[in-house]
């Protein structure tokens, strides 16, 4: 026993110089690998593999690791034999460890991939308006993209004319020809300088210019990547001035290449600058179509009377064919059959005149009269808050509406879901008076904002002396002229360079404060702002923040976020008022002072919050009227009570939230979890996110979990779990990863009430003792599932199991799923069924199969075959081995059938023998199976099944 104890001690300094040696030699395969990354990047337009990326981050975590391992054993005395032995037996682990990883980074298949493959994405389809202008302008501009001999085409016209709609019509029609190896669309806009433009397009290219500022460097960069795409279409919308093209790092277009630029202007002479071959003036409407497309927007159905046909035929004439004026005014005169009020509209029209330079007075009188005839006031205002964000920016419609309640607009409602259904519905009337449009990223809810209607917003909120808006400038110091600040309640400096913020005149009329993105460190004083309400420094590179942010004793919403540099926080003793409170991605240490005082916080953000070392008991608990709770990612994971022994805040602190609705949570281990799932809290909640085990995050997918008010719970990496349960009410997606001992799923069979109805995806991987994943009482109740995913669970030998002593009989009933999209079952080799009842799947499209040998029935029938089917993945082996309970069953499936190669299973069956997690997880990526990191599988832009 003796030496079984001391042998680890004796062999430890032997042992931690191995460890060195090997993460040495492992250092020096990290650097090979880097090289030879960047330099095949750079010269060859790649990127990296994601198994790549997924070494290089696990080295970086081991030797992370090693790190501490040797800080701990500098700081523990010899006395603690207990200690020192665990911390050998990590060396000794770290070794092998090491040695695995310095043997996975050979990558003998290659490092990189194609970096710049044509996308097939194509923009949200707009409506052409105009059958003879628009469509006549629209050929004219084709023609010149088949014509070898012009590489350089400007679009121009006044605003509002429709430049941006012909050119997405156009840009999706030759992205589904494939005429061209790549076509790009970078969106200009008037705030654009020479860096702007070079980010914009470099994203568009996927590649990364952070390494360099340099214009320069950046340039031959992009002209690198350029050239190696081969035939491009490049359209630039929304040009406001000439730019050398090879100062931004584009190719001339030539006969060789065969490439094709065009831009958008308002201005003729910007297409004569930038060395236009053909230059192209989209003209504005006739009257006829000018009149089909104002009936379209007042309603096709609605029926005026005579007099009011020629009144209305008048207010057209006064839009003077611009398209956006017509549809702003129609919206706005959607179903009125008053013609003294049609006569008044007329009027307006007429007696509008602009106050903003370089705004046409046809233009201006449409918008202005659009956004006086808004339902309401608090229309208006809402309209002008948009205003402060920069020209073309994708308004994230939650933080807008956040940002809305905390400024008093609608302050009449107290319940905070409430507020949102009301701010939800203004952004739907704001786009259905067409003052609005809808963002073009599908996984979460954004608004854009019409460049001309955020001029007419500017210029309205300009003559009030109201709204400062300096968005993507050099502001330098701010305010230049203090006596100007009186009247103003609104301030955005988002996107800009300051030099200094500091305000010693009198602004106690401003309520909000947007600095957001800025490049400032140091803020001087917050003093004469105490009607301040909402207060925005996220993504700035502030270190500290001045004790006069105490003084806001109004302040509502004080938002921080992604500020890696801000160490503390004042106090907030005296900012009782406080309802949104935003620390996340911040590195403070310790959580800021007068917590227990913040008795009206509603909302609080602490998720990625890396360095954070304790919340004290009572901290969270105390705020009883808190809603919304984030903390993933965060250096702090939550324990129970016990398990702290009272140093720190627990789970029993969370249970104590009653109003709380939205939770994001990192557990320290599944005791925790199993703790809080057994409190049924969740029952409570609209939106969660509970995680067990380490993993690796992004705040911006963080960030849309909250937003898209999913249910997910993601179990990673729990060696001593042999069961597991679950929120049951609400779950939308359960992730169950690398349960070495994870035997069964701890649920009692439902009851009358109880189901899984919002569960929309099941993914269970690397669970190698799991026998079945759900029983068939659960199963039946998953009417929205759209996802099944299996994976590397050996002893599985039923998905789907029948708890119930009920009889053969019982399989005759079929279940139907009527979502489900897609089933992927990957290294199952036991896996005999998925089910044994008739599947229903009628809107069922893929069936990926990998390495079954065992299933040898596929869970339809033929008066149950999905009619949306359009493949089945697996090997010819395992394909001709199904049995088949009609001959017919197999011969309508067989043309959706689709063979993956044997070698496939060959390379899973060598990994599989060195047995490691990570190449396990490198073999997922490469067949296309989801990557297990959570940034992956929660964000539909990042991870694609």
Wanted: charged residues 30%.
């Amino acid at each position: 026993m003796g030496k079984a104890i001391y042998a680890p001690l004796q062999s430890l300094k032997e042992n931690g110089d191995i460890l060195d040696k090997k993460i040495e030699e492992l250092s020096c395969r990290e650097i090979d690998v880097q090289t030879d990354l960047e330099t095949t990047k750079l010269q060859y337009g790649k990127k990296p593999k994601r198994e790549v990326e997924l070494w290089l981050k696990n080295v970086q975590n081991i030797k992370d690791k090693v790190h501490d391992i040797k800080q701990k054993l500098g700081e523990v005395s010899w006395t603690h034999i207990q200690l020192r032995m665990h911390l050998a037996k990590e060396v000794e682990e770290k070794i092998k460890e090491a040695v695995e990883l310095k043997e996975n980074g050979r990558f003998q298949e290659g490092l990189v991939v194609d970096l710049l493959v044509g996308s097939t994405e194509t923009f949200p389809p707009i409506k052409i308006v105009g059958e003879t202008t628009a469509l006549k302008n629209l050929q004219t501009i084709e023609e010149c993209l088949m014509d070898d001999e012009v590489g350089k085409i400007g679009v121009y016209g006044m605003g509002g004319v429709g430049k941006t709609t012909i050119m997405t019509h156009i840009h999706n029609n030759i992205k589904n020809v494939g005429t061209f190896d790549k076509v790009i669309w970078v969106t200009v806009s008037k705030e654009s300088n020479l860096k702007k433009l070079q980010d914009d397009v470099s994203k568009e290219l996927c590649l990364s210019l952070s390494n360099t500022e340099d214009a320069l460097r950046r340039s031959a960069e992009i002209f690198r990547a350029l050239n190696l795409i081969g035939k491009f279409l490049l359209i630039l919308d929304d040009m406001w001035r000439q730019f050398a093209l090879k100062d931004i790092g584009i190719p001339e277009p030539n006969e060789e290449n065969k490439c094709k630029i065009v831009w958008t202007t308002r201005f003729e002479n910007v297409c004569r600058g930038m060395g236009s071959q053909r230059t192209i003036k989209v003209d504005a409407l006739t009257e006829d179509e000018s009149w089909i497309l104002f009936k379209e927007k007042i309603g096709a159905d609605f029926v005026l009377s005579p007099e009011i046909e020629q009144i209305a035929k008048d207010v057209v004439k006064e839009c003077d064919g611009l398209p956006l004026g017509i549809i702003t005014v129609g919206a706005a005169m959607r179903g009125v059959d008053d013609i003294r009020i049609w006569r008044n509209a007329l009027e307006d029209l007429k007696n509008s005149r602009p106050d903003l330079e370089g705004l046409e007075d046809d233009v201006f009188s449409c918008l202005r009269f659009s956004f006086d005839h808004l339902k309401t006031q608090i229309h208006r205002d809402c309209f002008l808050y948009c205003a402060l964000y920069p020209e073309d920016d994708e308004i994230v419609c939650d933080s807008l509406i956040e940002k809305w309640m905390a400024d008093g607009f609608f302050d009449e409602i107290e319940d905070r879901e409430k507020a949102f259904d009301k701010g939800y519905t203004i952004i739907h009337d704001l786009k259905d008076a067409c003052m609005l449009e809808n963002g073009e990223c599908d996984s979460r809810s954004f608004v854009k904002m019409h460049d001309l209607l955020r001029d007419l917003a500017i210029a309205i909120t300009r003559k009030s002396h109201q709204f400062v808006v300096k968005v993507c400038s050099n502001v330098g110091k701010f305010p230049r002229d203090e006596n100007l600040m009186d009247d103003v309640i609104r301030v955005s400096l988002m996107y800009s360079n300051i030099e200094m913020l500091s305000c010693q005149s009198t602004c106690l009329k401003l309520s909000t404060l947007l600095l957001e993105d800025w490049a400032i460190s140091i803020i001087y004083s917050f003093e004469h702002m105490q009607n301040l309400r909402v207060l925005d420094l996220s993504d700035t590179d502030i270190t500290c923040l001045p004790q006069s942010l105490s003084n806001l004793v109004n302040l509502h919403a004080l938002l921080i976020r992604d500020c890696w540099n801000l160490t503390e926080v004042p106090s907030l003793v005296q900012l009782t008022e406080l309802r949104v409170l935003n620390l996340s991605g911040t590195a403070i240490k310790y959580l800021p002072d007068g917590m227990d005082s913040l008795t009206n916080l509603r909302v609080l953000r602490l998720s990625a919050t890396k360095r954070l070392e304790m919340v004290p008991v009572g901290a969270i608990s105390s705020l009883s009227h808190l809603e919304e709770l984030s903390m993933v990612e965060s250096k702090w994971k939550w324990s129970s009570n016990e398990d702290r022994n009272g140093r720190g805040a627990g789970v029993e602190d969370i249970v104590r939230l009653m109003h709380l609705k939205k939770l994001l949570l990192d557990f320290v281990d599944s005791s925790a979890f199993l703790s809080y799932v057994r409190s049924r809290h969740w029952r409570g909640l609209n939106c969660f996110l509970l995680t067990v085990g380490k993993l690796f995050f992004d705040l911006k997918e963080i960030q849309e979990v909250f937003y898209s008010r999913e249910c997910v719970v993601y179990v990673f990496d729990g060696d001593c779990m042999n069961s597991v349960a679950f929120p049951t009410s609400n779950l939308t997606k359960l992730l169950i990863s690398f349960l070495d001992n994870l035997s069964t799923i701890n649920m009692e069979e439902p009851t009358q009430g109880d189901n899984l109805a919002n569960l929309k995806r099941i993914d269970f991987y690397k669970c190698p003792k799991l026998k079945y994943v759900l029983s068939v009482g659960w199963f039946q109740t998953l009417q929205n599932l759209e996802e099944i995913i299996v994976g590397y669970c050996r002893a599985m030998e039923e998905m789907v199991v029948d708890m119930g002593d009920m009889g053969e009989a019982n399989n005759n009933i079929p279940i139907t799923l009527p979502r489900l999209k897609r089933i992927k079952l990957s290294d199952l080799p036991n896996l005999k069924s998925i089910c044994k009842r008739t599947l229903i799947c009628s809107s069922l499209e893929e069936i990926d199969v990998f390495n079954c040998p065992m299933l040898k029935m596929l869970p339809f029938s033929i008066n149950s075959l999905p009619s949306s089917l359009k493949q089945i993945k697996g090997s010819r082996r395992w394909w001709d081995s199904l049995e088949w309970d009609n001959a017919n069953t197999k011969m309508h499936l067989q043309t959706f059938f689709s063979e993956r190669p044997e070698s496939c299973y060959e390379l899973e069956e060598d990994q599989e023998r060195q047995g490691t997690k990570r190449k396990a997880e490198h073999l997922q990526m490469d067949l296309n199976f989801p990557p297990h990191s959570l940034v992956r599988q929660l964000s539909p832009r990042s991870w694609q099944l």
